[in-house]
């Protein structure tokens, strides 16, 4: 039976890689899946992993009906098994619906990859529809860490090196990114993003609970 998995976890948690792994063992056994993603760093229609690999995708704009998008796939004779969705988080409510739909109706697979919080440790509209109607959720396993040392359960935004909780929503960016980049995230623990303590304020702070050598 067709299954709507959700694969979750912070930045940085491997999400992309793992996408890209799905798609090569499904199609390593003859199997056809079509590859989307929304606003991946590496630019319009491309899903990219920060081990290297990167390929083409397909682009998911606010009008992207994924019900019609696969009828006309297999109208035009093309089969659809499988669909690879990342950066799922972005997708609107009504978008995960058409996912669940397609697998519901006609047994395509769908394994949708993203982050569930944003900067404010709120639930993403995307993320929180896919939480509501997966047939499961898998965490990811090799979880990013905070500087602390403790597994990173929340992401952090910076702006010019400072952690802030205004903003909007969506702006993409990096966890690489120098600390005084206009815009970077970082993971952290609970703990450490509710004090707004970013590598760069234990650092300055000297602080006594780092348990990792923050160089
Ligand atoms: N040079 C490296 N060597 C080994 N693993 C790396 C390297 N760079 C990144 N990674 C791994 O890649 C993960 C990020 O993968 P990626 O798929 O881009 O994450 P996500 O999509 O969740 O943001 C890191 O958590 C780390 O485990
Ligand atoms: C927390 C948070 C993140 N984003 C953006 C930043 C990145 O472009 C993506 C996440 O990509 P990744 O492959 O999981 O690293 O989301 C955002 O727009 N708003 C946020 O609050």
């Known amino acids: 039976m067709a299954e709507l998995v959700f694969f979750s976890g912070t930045m940085d948690s491997g999400k992309s890689t793992l996408a890209l792994q799905t798609d090569h063992n499904h199609a390593a056994r003859g199997r056809t899946g079509l590859i989307f993603t929304r606003d991946d760093r590496a630019g319009a229609a491309r899903l990219s992993s920060r081990l290297g690999l990167e390929v083409d995708a397909r682009e998911v704009a606010d009008d992207t009906d994924f019900w019609e998008l696969v009828a006309a796939e297999r109208q035009a004779g093309r089969l659809v098994d499988y669909l690879v969705c990342d950066e799922a988080q972005f997708y609107s409510p009504l978008q995960i619906e058409q996912l669940a739909r397609l697998v519901d109706e006609v047994e395509i697979d769908v394994f949708a990859f993203g982050i569930t919080t944003d900067f404010r440790t709120r639930l993403f509209p995307g993320a929180a529809r ?34 802030v909780l205004e903003g909007d929503q969506v702006v993409v960016g990096d966890v690489a990114g120098a600390p005084e980049a206009q815009v970077a995230y970082e993971v952290l623990c609970r703990r450490h993003h509710m004090r707004r303590m970013t590598t760069d304020v234990a650092r300055r702070q000297g602080s006594g609970d780092a348990l990792l050598d923050l160089g």
């Open 130 to 163: 896919l939480f509501e109607l997966a047939d499961r959720i898998e965490e990811l396993q090799v979880p990013a860490l905070c500087w602390c040392g403790a597994r990173g359960t929340h992401n952090a935004r910076t702006v010019g090196g400072v952690m």
